[in-house]
């Protein structure tokens, strides 16, 4: 008799959350559908769910560790691969000093309730300031605004898609991403809801995005340029008297500084940097104003160019000023089951920021992290504290950091390295040992972190649909095992814990001291999430400041926003990014169903650029920029602002080595192999992939 039976979970993959019902039929998976029931999702996937699968059943996945002896992989032991890294590590710390040693996170740690709960205490024991994630090529300046503002790095405002009458958004393709900063499963059931209630959605990108496609108003911006648009929108409030600064609460401070700050940023001004047309801008200023809720939103765009920080603080500004923050329809702030920000820091993070810099090019760390962008030649540089081994968890940095053939290189000269990683990838191929955890269907998940940037109050707990085969380790254990191995001295109290020490164990915890009644029990009879109602009204009592203010005007930003150049500067052409719907940053191209069709790693160009350099449909072209140059397609378009072209990234898997077969077909090229380390937001050192100037030609042969 053959037993069917569903099982319910969330979607792992991105921040969107999406509930995922899998049929199953003598426990093999028969269909992975959205989930009807799911409070949040309400039936919502992508294509990248079923792939889910392929993760399940790639043959390419590592589930052993594996150790390089002389050019070749063999497999160990777990117990011998634990004890290996830690004594590498030791070694090198011994001879070199702590820093000696880093460690980069990448994307899917958010995604792990394991990795999020174990890995810091992992850190901690390898007492290096040599800490890297992918925040600091994404969300950073995001976070960074946020931290001036109200005080702690977690408190990022979240628009209220779900009641605004006009969305404006600046460097974000939710309906390709599916939202970031903003976790709505369903996006395009989300922005036609908006549009059913006479609500408008106004785009701002230097090209058609799909979701531009099915906005109200598209508007061309020139990549790198947002914060002069943003700064004249703001100027056009107080010039035509649109706000009253003064009827802002006492607990924002800054309101004198800011009443003359922007005058300087006319349309007119604007208009000559950014490209948007005067009248446009003043429209945008007073539709903005005139929607009865109204919030401004950017993401990716804006985030990862020159003027990152200075973009969130002016999309964050305009909320305010308009009177759209904190409120129904503006940009709000959830209230998540588990408190992570409480549980990061309770007095704020406000502090959290240049207490130490970058040994060779002096950058300032954020949140007990420096920029990745500087990894490179801290590995490169000789001198005290050179890195000498490295530890990358979930991440592929050689592909997703500005410059990474230099990283590649960089990490040829390690003393040591080791990769937690579920595949062979261009990053983890130089490791000298891979731990590769239990991932996906494998996991139980909950998502610590997306709740607390949703849309709404939700909490749903997946347990793991598939036991992991003998002799698998999460994620979890894997750091475990080895901060146990890097501690000098563990308390008695530490001991009697350890055992209990589990990721469900924890959760239960942190929803039990949350500001819900529930806890882990509940949400076990919960199979289809948990709705804790809409998003409320948070402030002043959110503010985790040390005076306890709203700070309109951050002493730092505004220092150095005053340096901003207004002068207009000509490029020829510039590049940006782009995201596909079949993709996952780096490392879903092993699934066949999400990679199979027409190559995507192409170079869109606009007719008349095209014309002028005498460039055809899918003629092989040469971008250069200062630090290389790649081959690829060229696609011909008039969806893209002409002087600008775009690339996805993620791609270059062809000389990797790698088992990802399949890619190796549609293997591409790593825009990051053009990008600039040195082109950075200078507030955050975030990487500015917007904007870096190319050059692109014909290729001859
Ligand atoms: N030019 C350009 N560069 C970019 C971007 C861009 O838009 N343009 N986007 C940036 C952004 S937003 C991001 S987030 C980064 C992403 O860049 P990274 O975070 O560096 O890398 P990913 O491509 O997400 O790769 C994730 C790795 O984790 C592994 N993995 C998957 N699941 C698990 C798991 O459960 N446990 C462990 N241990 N490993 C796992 C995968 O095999 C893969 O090797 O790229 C950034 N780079
Ligand atoms: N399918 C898919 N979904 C994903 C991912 C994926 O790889 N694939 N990655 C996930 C991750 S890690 C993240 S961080 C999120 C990102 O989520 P989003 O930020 O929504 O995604 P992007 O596609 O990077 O959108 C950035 C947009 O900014 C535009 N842009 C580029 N430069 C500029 C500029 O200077 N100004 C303005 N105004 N716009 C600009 C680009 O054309 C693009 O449309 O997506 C997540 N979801
Ligand atoms: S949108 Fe994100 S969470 Fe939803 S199914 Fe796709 S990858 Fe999974
Ligand atoms: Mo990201």
Not at 267 to 273: F, G, L, R
Not at 450 to 470: D, G, T
Not at 487 to 506: A, G, Q, R, T, Y
Request: hydrophobic share 40%; proline share 5%; charged share 25%.
């Amino acid at each position: 008799m053959s037993t069917i039976k569903a099982h319910y979970r969330t979607c792992n993959l991105c921040e969107a959350m999406c509930g995922l019902e899998i049929q199953l039929e003598n426990n093999e998976i028969q269909s992975i559908k959205g989930d009807k029931k799911d409070l949040f999702s309400k039936g919502f996937i992508c294509p990248k769910a079923t792939a889910l699968q392929d993760i399940y059943t790639d043959p390419d996945r590592l589930k052993k560790p594996i150790k390089k002896v002389n050019g070749e992989w063999i497999e160990i032991s777990w117990a011998a691969a634990y004890d290996l890294v830690a004594n590498e590590i030791k070694k090198v710390q011994k001879k070199y000093g702590h820093d000696a040693v880093a460690a980069y996170q990448g994307n899917p740690t958010v995604h792990n309730i394991g990795s999020m709960l174990f890995s810091s205490d992992f850190l901690r024991a390898l007492k290096t300031n040599n800490k890297y994630s992918a925040s600091s090529v994404d969300q950073l300046p995001q976070q960074l605004a946020a931290q001036w503002m109200f005080g702690h790095i977690f408190t990022v405002p979240i628009p209220d898609i779900n009641h605004t009458d006009y969305f404006l958004v600046l460097g974000a393709n939710p309906l390709i991403s599916n939202g970031s900063l903003m976790s709505a499963a369903g996006m395009p059931n989300r922005i036609k809801e908006l549009q059913a209630r006479g609500g408008k959605m106004v785009v701002v990108d230097p090209r058609k995005t799909k979701t531009a496609e099915i906005a109200d108003q598209h508007i061309f911006i020139k990549p790198g340029k947002d914060v002069y648009f943003l700064a004249a929108i703001i100027h056009e409030f107080f010039e035509k008297k649109l706000i009253d600064i003064n009827n802002l609460p006492e607990w924002m401070s800054g309101k004198k500084e800011l009443q003359s700050f922007f005058i300087e940023f006319s349309p007119e001004k604007a208009e000559d940097i950014c490209g948007v047309k005067k009248e446009i801008i003043e429209q945008t200023a007073v539709a903005f104003i005139a929607a009865d809720k109204a919030v401004c939103y950017g993401r990716m765009g804006v985030s990862t160019q020159e003027y990152g920080t200075f973009c969130h603080w002016l999309i964050n500004l305009i909320n305010i000023l308009s009177n759209n923050f904190d409120k129904q329809g503006g940009a709000m702030f959830p209230k998540a089951a588990v408190d992570v920000v409480s549980f990061i820091s309770k007095k704020g993070t406000e502090h959290r920021y240049d207490r130490f810099r970058s040994r060779v090019r002096d950058l300032p760390e954020t949140n007990g992290e420096l920029p990745v962008a500087v990894l490179a030649e801290e590995m490169l540089t000789p001198g005290k504290n050179q890195i000498k081994a490295f530890i990358c968890s979930s991440g592929n940095p050689v592909l997703s950091t500005p410059n990474g053939k230099q990283l590649n290189k960089a990490l040829q000269g390690l003393d040591f390295m080791v990769s937690i990683d579920i595949y062979l990838n261009e990053t983890s191929q130089q490791a000298d040992v891979i731990l590769p955890p239990a991932t996906g269907f494998e996991t139980e998940h909950y998502d610590l972190f997306f709740n607390n940037l949703a849309v709404s109050n939700v909490a749903k707990y997946s347990p793991p649909l598939f036991k992991p085969e003998v002799g698998m380790r999460y994620d979890w254990q894997i750091f475990k095992a080895l901060t146990k191995r890097l501690k000098k001295k563990i308390s008695l109290v530490e001991k009697l814990l350890i055992p209990f020490l589990k990721p469900s164990f924890m959760l239960n915890i942190g929803l039990n001291k949350g500001p819900y009644p529930i806890n882990l029990k509940k949400l076990k009879n919960n199979p289809h999430g948990m709705d804790l109602g809409p998003l409320q009204p948070r402030m002043p009592g959110y503010l985790f400041t040390r005076d306890k203010k709203l700070h309109l005007a951050p002493a730092l930003l505004v220092k150095q926003f005053k340096q901003l150049n207004l002068e207009h500067k000509s490029q020829e052409l510039v590049l940006i990014g782009r995201r596909e719907l079949r993709s996952n940053n780096s490392w879903m191209h092993n699934s066949y169903r999400l990679i199979k069709g027409k190559n995507r790693c192409t170079v869109l160009i606009h007719n008349e650029d095209a014309e002028s350099r005498k460039i055809m449909e899918g003629d092989l072209v040469e971008v250069k920029s200062t630090k290389g140059s790649i081959l690829l397609p060229a696609e011909i378009t008039d969806i893209i602002m002409p002087g600008v072209v775009s690339i996805p990234h993620g791609y270059g898997h062809g000389d990797s080595g790698t088992k990802l077969d399949v890619a190796n077909a549609h293997a591409g090229v790593s825009i990051n192999d053009i990008t600039d380390e040195g082109f950075l937001d200078t507030l955050s050192g975030n990487a500015a992939f917007s904007g870096v100037e190319v050059e692109v030609k014909k290729s001859i042969g």
